[in-house]
């Protein structure tokens, strides 16, 4: 069967610590722990286990990310008959990446990771669904740190990876000052204090009466942002130079890491329900990390009439029928002008 390894013993196990290198940031007081060697990792929650069926939850379980099915009876012969087959790569810096591509995912869970690398020359794993714009900002970053690097892109699989390291996931608190240090948006004076980020190239959780609520916001001297047609560091300085954020629901918000204290979040949102509430409070939490004035504005919701072919692909049906998460929003324009 898989052996979960908790964090007390992988400190105190002369063996299980072996399999870790850690690597520090001590201007930051943050240290990273870095499995190394050969071990196996599937490539959607990235949870990687040892040649001798070792796993490290304490470290490598993300938001979302349910493992209980790795240590079942099932799971262990299905994969015990496969090892042996599977694609294998050498050499490799597992960064991963979401795949759906989630910006939320990419920008906090993962990216952190990359700036414990100490080698001057790479080969970064990422799901192939990464968008083009993170494949350019991982480049543009390395880039800056003088690191050569070439990707390697993972399908859904089981991979085995050999004398490979894979970075532990680290917690949201400190994933932020990770790329808070490194990634120093510019002040622009130009850029616009006030801002709507418009989801309208979304499958869902877009503003189904969004004329009404872009000419309510432009009357008040609010600018129009779609994510879509700018880069990621461009994003980045949009958000750092806002004082007013009105937003619906969606991983774009994770920007707002970028924000200065005191700025003013206002996330349009559907009410979700009980066992929904790691959604809302997602982006109350970064208000609440990054010091901000986090408002919600909560919406009606729409059914979706056809879910794109990625959504269908890693959500159950039943989800994305029942879920308000994955619904359109109807704001009402009332409860806008009584903010605006």
């Known amino acids: 069967m898989i052996i979960d390894i908790n964090l007390d013993k992988i400190?105190?196990?002369?063996?299980?610590?072996?399999?870790?290198?850690?690597?520090?940031f001590n201007k930051l007081n943050l240290s990273c722990n870095i499995l190394q060697g050969d071990f196996?990792?599937?490539?959607?929650?990235?949870?990687p286990i040892t040649k001798k069926n070792e796993t490290f939850s304490s470290l490598?379980?993300?938001?979302?990310?349910?493992?209980?099915?790795?240590?079942?009876?099932?799971?262990?012969?299905?994969f015990s008959n496969n090892k042996n087959n599977l694609k294998s790569f050498d050499d490799v810096f597992v960064l991963g990446s979401n795949a759906g591509n989630n910006?939320?995912?990419?920008?906090l869970e993962f990216l952190p990771r990359i700036f414990f690398n100490n080698k001057k020359n790479i080969k970064i794993a990422i799901h192939r669904n990464s968008s083009n714009k993170y494949r350019k900002f991982i480049e543009a970053i390395l880039k800056s740190l003088n690191v050569e690097f070439s990707f390697v892109f993972l399908d859904d699989d089981f991979y085995y990876f050999?004398?490979?390291?894979?970075?532990?996931?680290?917690?949201?608190?400190?994933?932020?000052?990770?790329?808070?240090e490194f990634l120093n948006p510019k002040t622009n004076l130009n850029s616009s204090k006030k801002i709507y980020v418009t989801r309208q190239d979304s499958n869902y959780r877009k503003i189904i009466n969004e004329s009404?609520?872009?000419?309510?916001?432009?009357?008040?001297?609010?600018?129009v942002i779609n994510p879509q047609l700018y880069e990621i560091d461009e994003q980045i300085e949009i958000f750092s130079n806002a004082e007013k954020i009105i937003a619906p629901y969606g991983s774009n918000?994770?920007?707002?890491?970028?924000?200065?204290?005191?700025?003013?979040?206002?996330?349009?949102t559907p009410s979700f329900q009980e066992n929904e509430k790691i959604f809302n409070d997602r982006y109350v939490n970064l208000s609440l990390i990054n010091k901000l004035k986090h408002h919600q504005i909560i919406s009606d919701t729409v059914d979706v009439e056809n879910h794109s072919e990625l959504a269908k692909k890693y959500i159950h049906p039943n989800v994305l029928g029942q879920s308000n998460y994955y619904k359109n929003l109807l704001v009402k324009i009332k409860d806008l002008k009584e903010i605006v």
Request: proline share 1%; hydrophobic share 35%.
């Open 11 to 24: 400190k105190s196990n002369k063996y299980i610590s072996e399999l870790f290198i850690n690597a520090k």
């Open 40 to 47: 196996f990792s599937d490539s959607f929650h990235y949870f």
């Open 60 to 78: 490598y379980l993300r938001t979302f990310s349910n493992v209980g099915h790795f240590y079942n009876q099932k799971f262990f012969e299905k």
């Open 103 to 107: 910006y939320y995912s990419n920008l």
């Open 162 to 180: 050999n004398k490979s390291e894979f970075p532990q996931f680290m917690n949201l608190n400190d994933s932020i000052k990770i790329l808070k």
């Open 212 to 223: 009404d609520v872009v000419t309510l916001l432009r009357e008040k001297g609010y600018k």
């Open 253 to 268: 918000l994770a920007n707002i890491s970028f924000c200065n204290t005191g700025t003013e979040i206002f996330e349009i």
